[in-house]
């Protein structure tokens, strides 16, 4: 737990080193408490939203929900099957179970790092806790919701996942609002703790509104031999989004990967990245970002590699694809080098679709919305995750829906 609430209370007006500024008073924390229920059983419009973020409401292929609407849990539960195997619950009852829990909270990041951090700890709504036994193989993924109904809402999630040793999981979590919302801010803390010989693939998926902001802070902690996986999937209008997860590869033969596929569109202000800290021996890190901006949107794509040990190596790749003249992308790339032989390289390329793919398309009987459209699609290509093929259809599924309006 934070050591110094004074220093939470300092932190109440202090803005994060990037991104835009906001004003805390400008959104409410008033919202209508809900009641628990079947996930199954959620209004159509709520299930409607939730499924454009990877969560079904029938738990088709899942093995367990945890579902958050505002400042309320509705729904949290996992298959029979899997009791004993993992654990999936509130963060808030997760803390009153088990007092070690205490000993992760906060642990990876400060609460007092910035205004977000601070009205994270200060208003805490809830978040999920999942754990995953020692040497459990987890084969169908976990899914989580966190939901927005309330115009205007501010809502701040701290979520804690543990894989314990030897374990192996997938999480997807999908973020996004009810139809009616346009509004709100959401501040999602999110710490992960990788055992020795643990794996996890986490998939994020966010689908906010045109004057929505949200402030993810997330930071991985990876042991010996642990391989961390995070997939992240922002298309659709988002006022502003800043986010810089940080992976500690701290274990001998650590491994860290961060995969995202942005689109930026309208006036999104979106300013993300990934840094991934090679601390053991043999720790490997990879960041790889595709970024197409519409419209007058701007993306700031950040990507930060620090070698600390001899024998580590990591590659920072960002791909920039514009679609509009009054869009823009910039590209920082970032390697730190602290001891000899540790070896981190990056590639980034930002352009335009070029004519002669366009042409070529064309020439083959598509029109030229069609071939913008195909060119665009396969820029957003998910294979990049490595998702098993259930997951990797219904994001590929995502993908196309937002390709066929690009343009």
Same mark, same amino acid.
């Given at each position: 737990?934070?050591?110094? =609430?004074?220093?939470?209370?300092? #932190?109440?007006?202090?803005?994060?080193?990037?991104?835009?500024?906001?004003?805390? @008073?400008?959104?409410? +924390?008033?919202?209508?408490?809900?009641?628990?229920?079947?996930?199954?059983?959620?209004?159509?419009?709520?299930? /409607? $939203?939730?499924?454009?973020?990877?969560? *079904?409401?029938?738990?088709? /292929?899942?093995?367990?929900?945890?579902?958050?609407?505002?400042?309320?849990?509705?729904?949290?539960?996992?298959?029979? #099957?899997?009791?004993?195997?993992?654990?999936?619950?509130?963060?808030?009852?997760?803390?009153?179970?088990?007092?070690?829990? @205490?000993?992760?909270?906060?642990?990876?990041?400060?609460?007092?790092?910035?205004?977000?951090? &601070?009205?994270?700890?200060?208003?805490?709504?809830?978040?999920?806790?999942? *754990?995953?036994?020692?040497?459990?193989?987890?084969?169908?993924?976990?899914?989580?919701?966190?939901?927005?109904?309330?115009?205007?809402?501010?809502?701040?999630?701290?979520?804690?996942?543990?894989?314990?040793?030897?374990?192996?999981?997938?999480?997807?979590?999908?973020?996004?609002?009810?139809? !009616?919302?346009?509004?709100?801010?959401?501040?999602?803390?999110?710490?992960?703790?990788?055992?020795?010989?643990?794996?996890?693939?986490?998939?994020?998926?966010?689908?906010?509104? $045109?004057?929505?902001?949200? *402030?993810?802070?997330? &930071?991985?902690?990876?042991?010996?031999?642990?391989?961390?996986?995070? !997939?992240?999937?922002?298309?659709?209008?988002?006022?502003?989004?800043?986010?810089?997860?940080?992976?500690?590869?701290?274990?001998?033969? %650590?491994?860290? +990967?961060?995969?995202?596929?942005?689109?930026?569109?309208? !006036?999104?202000?979106?300013?993300?990245?990934?840094?991934?800290?090679?601390?053991?021996? @043999?720790?490997?890190?990879?960041?790889?970002?595709?970024?197409? &901006?519409?419209?007058?949107?701007?993306?700031?794509? =950040?990507?930060?590699?620090?070698?600390?040990? %001899?024998?580590?190596?990591?590659?920072?790749?960002? +791909?920039?694809?514009?679609?509009?003249?009054?869009?823009?992308?910039?590209?920082?790339?970032?390697?730190?080098?602290?001891?000899?032989?540790?070896?981190?390289?990056?590639? #980034?390329?930002?352009? @335009?679709?070029?004519?002669?793919?366009? =042409?070529?398309?064309?020439?083959?009987?598509?029109?030229?919305?069609?071939?913008?459209?195909?060119?665009?699609?396969?820029?957003?290509?998910?294979?990049?995750?490595?998702?098993?093929?259930?997951?990797?259809?219904?994001?590929?599924r995502i993908v196309d829906e937002t390709a066929k309006g690009?343009?």
């Amino acid at each position: 737990m934070p050591k110094d =609430r004074e220093e939470v209370l300092k #932190a109440v007006d202090k803005p994060a080193s990037l991104g835009p500024d906001l004003e805390i @008073k400008d959104y409410i +924390r008033e919202a209508k408490a809900l009641y628990p229920c079947p996930v199954s059983s959620l209004p159509k419009e709520i299930a /409607d $939203q939730s499924l454009k973020v990877g969560i *079904r409401a029938d738990e088709k /292929d899942r093995i367990g929900t945890y579902f958050q609407i505002d400042h309320s849990v509705v729904f949290q539960g996992f298959q029979k #099957a899997f009791e004993g195997k993992i654990e999936l619950m509130s963060t808030t009852e997760a803390i009153k179970k088990y007092d070690w829990l @205490k000993d992760y909270w906060w642990r990876l990041i400060p609460a007092n790092m910035d205004k977000y951090t &601070a009205l994270s700890e200060l208003n805490w709504d809830h978040g999920y806790f999942i *754990r995953v036994l020692e040497n459990q193989k987890i084969m169908l993924p976990l899914q989580a919701c966190l939901f927005i109904s309330t115009n205007g809402l501010n809502q701040n999630v701290h979520n804690v996942v543990i894989i314990e040793p030897n374990s192996e999981a997938q999480i997807i979590t999908g973020c996004t609002v009810h139809p !009616n919302v346009q509004k709100g801010l959401h501040v999602g803390i999110t710490e992960f703790y990788l055992k020795k010989g643990a794996k996890l693939t986490f998939t994020m998926i966010h689908n906010w509104a $045109q004057n929505f902001d949200v *402030r993810p802070r997330t &930071a991985v902690l990876v042991e010996d031999d642990a391989t961390f996986v995070n !997939n992240y999937i922002c298309l659709k209008p988002v006022k502003s989004l800043q986010t810089y997860p940080v992976a500690y590869c701290k274990g001998s033969n %650590s491994k860290a +990967r961060f995969n995202s596929i942005i689109f930026g569109e309208g !006036n999104s202000n979106i300013d993300l990245g990934a840094k991934i800290v090679l601390q053991g021996p @043999k720790s490997k890190g990879e960041v790889i970002t595709h970024a197409i &901006a519409s419209d007058s949107s701007q993306i700031y794509s =950040r990507g930060l590699l620090i070698g600390e040990h %001899s024998d580590s190596k990591a590659h920072l790749e960002c +791909r920039g694809l514009l679609v509009s003249d009054r869009a823009f992308i910039h590209a920082i790339p970032e390697l730190i080098g602290k001891v000899s032989g540790t070896e981190l390289s990056h590639e #980034a390329a930002v352009g @335009k679709i070029a004519e002669e793919q366009i =042409r070529y398309l064309m020439a083959r009987g598509f029109s030229e919305a069609e071939a913008k459209s195909l060119i665009v699609r396969g820029f957003m290509d998910v294979t990049i995750f490595g998702l098993p093929d259930a997951l990797r259809d219904e994001m590929k599924r995502i993908v196309d829906e937002t390709a066929k309006g690009v343009l």
